[in-house]
């Protein structure tokens, strides 16, 4: 696609339910990035992808986050039993090769109520 | 541990005024630099970036400015336009692969400017 692609755009959902948030990179670029922003807070680094491994899953705040990408492109951000302080926007990025510049896709607003 | 701060919150200048943006780090192991703009309801879109190795870098009415010892960095918009309103996002990175990688962004600015 023209851009990095994320779904839904908003997702409202209760404490104690699971959700998964779904992004589509730019195609071609083999390094994937989730972060998320809290509000009032700056950009909080989650997890990268390299293809289909994940160097770096350090920024995942607790065991109920996890990431998966599959053939190299669509990747998917599963929070479980979801908390009101989990509660932000998702972001997703990619580029072309790590280090290089991030495009990123627009968001999914996470509202856990 | 907030390693990028931007500690304006908020910042107003009129049209056609520099607008000055500032950014402070202190991890000594960045060594890459980028400013981020944001719309409402958009992804962060890349504007301008530094290395290390240099203290300035100009792109058209965009100029960062990077002063290594102060770990002091800021963007510099002249002459600033009504379709600059925007949040904008420090952000650094380390050398490596892996540390490289990960972005470390500061709490953002708000940028008004008024015509």
């Known amino acids: 696609g023209a851009g990095v692609s994320q779904s839904p755009s908003n997702k409202v959902t209760e404490k104690g339910k699971d959700v998964e948030l779904r992004c589509d990179p730019i195609s071609g670029h083999t390094a994937l990035y989730w972060y998320r922003q809290s509000l009032g807070q700056g950009l909080e680094f989650l997890i990268y992808?390299?293809?289909?491994?994940?160097?770096?899953k350090s920024g995942l705040p607790s065991d109920r986050f996890s990431a998966e990408r599959t053939g190299g492109s669509v990747s998917t951000l599963t929070i479980q039993r979801t908390q009101q302080e989990d509660s932000a926007v998702y972001l997703c990025?990619?580029?072309?090769?790590?280090?290089?510049?991030?495009?990123f896709g627009s968001g999914t607003q996470l509202s856990v109520l | 541990d907030q390693q990028v701060k931007q500690n304006s919150p908020s910042l107003s200048v009129q049209e056609g005024r520099i607008s000055i943006l500032n950014c402070d780090y202190t991890n000594s192991m960045f060594d890459y630099f980028l400013w981020y703009k944001k719309y409402p309801a958009e992804g962060p879109t890349f504007l301008i970036s530094?290395?290390?190795?240099?203290d300035k870098n100009e792109d058209g009415r965009f100029t960062v400015f990077l002063n290594k010892s102060a770990k002091h960095l800021s963007l510099h918009i002249v002459p600033s336009q009504p379709g600059d309103s925007a949040v904008y996002f420090c952000a650094a990175s380390g050398a490596g692969e892996t540390s490289g990688s990960r972005l470390t962004f500061g709490e953002g600015t708000q940028l008004t400017v008024n015509p």
């Open positions: 992808f390299q293809g289909n491994s994940a160097p770096d």
């Open positions: 530094i290395s290390s190795i240099k």
């Open positions: 990025a990619s580029s072309l090769r790590v280090n290089e510049k991030l495009f």
